[in-house]
């Protein structure tokens, strides 16, 4: 059974930097591209960051290019998102997220639970 | 706003068909680019529901269908139950913006 589950989350100040992990188990972890995908309160679903299966690229949403880093550590079946120069609106809950390529197009198979981040004063 | 069109909201009765919209363009949907659905429970999740545009995982119920023409997809839901009362959002990718994208969200009430 695919299990996904975050850590890391919690209250930030503007300006500060969280790192926020994502434990995997049921699959080949390096095997498969990873995501994070965030929601704001009461808002919809926000794509912010995807990897490759061994790491080696990246890829990131404008929102949040230049500030986070997504990083993924095979031998230990984790996934990480180190979030920097933290901003109010980066508010949100963070899932953890299986990708799966479809015909064209990639998707998420399988969720976290999700890890809620609040940026702060 | 979302570069994928969907209603904020809509509502059916028990056993009503209902269907929401996505609305794209010629670089996402209109383009090579399919797209899936995602069901958002109250308090959960999101949960894989249609990928492919036409193609329900295992263990989704066949009342959840759903369809790609031109510009925009469709997810139809038949015999509404009251557990379908969720959030739907469709998602695809943009070949300009170089980035998956989400709809803004439906919010289906079963009344």
């Known amino acids: 059974e695919v299990q996904l589950l975050e850590s890391g989350g919690g209250l930030v100040q503007p300006g500060g930097s969280l790192r926020v992990s994502c434990a995997a188990s049921g699959f080949i972890f390096s095997n498969y591209a990873m995501s994070w995908v965030r929601q704001a309160p009461g808002k919809g679903l926000e794509w912010v960051s995807a990897i490759s299966g061994n790491g080696g690229k990246t890829y990131y949403a404008d929102s949040v290019k230049g500030r986070f880093t997504i990083s993924r550590d095979n031998s230990k079946n984790s996934l990480y998102l180190q979030m920097n120069s933290l901003r109010a609106e980066d508010t949100a809950i963070y899932y953890c997220?299986?990708?799966?390529?479809?015909?064209?197009?990639?998707?998420?198979?399988?969720w976290g639970q999700g890890t809620l981040v609040t940026v702060s004063s | 706003q979302s570069v994928l069109t969907q209603p904020p909201s809509l509502s059916g009765a028990p056993g009503q068909r209902v269907a929401i919209s996505c609305t794209g363009s010629?670089?996402?949907?209109?383009?090579?680019?399919?797209v899936h659905w995602y069901q958002q429970l109250p308090g959960t999740a999101p949960k894989l529901l249609i990928y492919d545009n036409t193609n329900r995982p295992s263990g989704v119920p066949d009342r959840f269908s759903g369809s790609k023409s031109g510009t925009s997809a469709s997810l139809a839901i038949a015999g509404l139950q009251a557990e379908d009362e969720a959030d739907y959002y469709c998602q695809s990718y943009d070949s300009s913006l170089k980035t998956w994208l989400f709809g803004g969200g439906t919010e289906l009430t079963v009344l």
């Open positions: 010629s670089s996402n949907i209109g383009s090579r680019y399919d």
């Open positions: 997220a299986k990708e799966e390529m479809g015909a064209t197009t990639p998707m998420v198979d399988y």
